[in-house]
């Protein structure tokens, strides 16, 4: 595990953007694992930057999200593959054909999430999965307590989780309360992973994933046992670590 610590959130994002960047020119057919959150928006930012000024190609690129609300339509704005299309997508030159995100409206939802673990394996596994982690320690919707060896399944969200997504919809009721998620399982079998985190309230969450013990109460832990994985972190993020390489 390679713990890059940065200054700015500008610095870390370039940071990440660099190696996703480094990966995609040495294989064209990168196959992406992408998150949604307020943290990896800044590293789509420099992709993007990357693609109009620099000639970044995604043509050939296959992408896969961790993860999307059961109930929300696509075209809903709340909905993970809106979020990806108005975050990523619409500015660079990716294969619409190439885009996985979950679908949250399929009728058999454990025929549709096993599907979604063969088109991973079908398509040669995720070269790099970029991860964000919440405040809690969880990855994807993996919260605390989840199985370390999960696949991709249905989740009840937790009381907390709706009630802090209440205020992006109209009532109580519009607001999902199961979503799709890969599992932890899943996402270890990715190549590399780069976890990213950023801002104070993510410190004591880092120092659990990083420092911690490895459980399933932090599931960000998991991330101790992976072959390669980097976390790319501003100082903020970083500000509980005992160990403070400045990468
Ligand atoms: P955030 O979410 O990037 O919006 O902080 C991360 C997560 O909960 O996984």
């Known amino acids: 595990m390679?713990?890059?610590i940065k200054n700015s959130y500008d610095e870390m994002s370039k940071e990440a953007a660099k190696i996703v960047a480094d990966r995609?020119?040495?294989?064209p057919n990168?196959?992406?694992g992408l998150a949604t959150g307020s943290t990896p928006i800044g590293l789509y930012k420099e992709l993007i930057r990357m693609h109009k000024e620099e000639?970044?190609?995604f043509a050939k690129v296959t992408?896969?999200?961790?993860?999307?609300y059961i109930g929300l339509p696509r075209t809903h704005d709340q909905s993970y593959f809106y979020f990806m299309w108005e975050n990523l997508f619409k500015y660079i030159d990716v294969d619409r054909r190439y885009i996985h995100v979950p679908d949250g409206m399929a009728n058999d939802i454990d025929g549709h999430c096993e599907w979604y673990e063969n088109e991973i394996k079908h398509l040669g596994g995720?070269?790099?999965?970029?991860l964000g982690i919440g405040g809690n320690g969880h990855i994807a919707f993996n919260e605390p307590g989840s199985s370390l060896g999960s696949r991709t399944r249905i989740k009840t969200l937790t009381e907390q989780t709706v009630k802090d997504n209440a205020r992006f919809f109209k009532s109580m009721e519009e607001v999902p309360k199961f979503a799709i998620t890969m599992g932890i399982g899943t996402i270890m079998e990715a190549k590399e992973v780069i976890l990213m985190a950023n801002k104070t309230n993510k410190a004591d969450a880092i120092k659990s994933a990083i420092e911690g013990p490895v459980t399933h109460m932090t599931p960000a832990s998991i991330i101790q046992m992976h072959r390669k994985a980097?976390?790319?972190i501003?100082?903020?993020a970083a500000s509980k670590l005992t160990h403070q390489f400045r990468g």
């Open 30 to 32: 990168l196959v992406l």
């Open 126 to 130: 995720i070269d790099l999965q970029i």
């Open 2 to 4: 390679l713990v890059i």
């Open 63 to 68: 992408t896969f999200n961790l993860d999307e």
């Open 234 to 236: 501003d100082k903020e």
């Open 24 to 27: 995609l020119r040495k294989k």
């Open 230 to 232: 980097y976390v790319v």
């Open 55 to 57: 000639g970044l190609s």
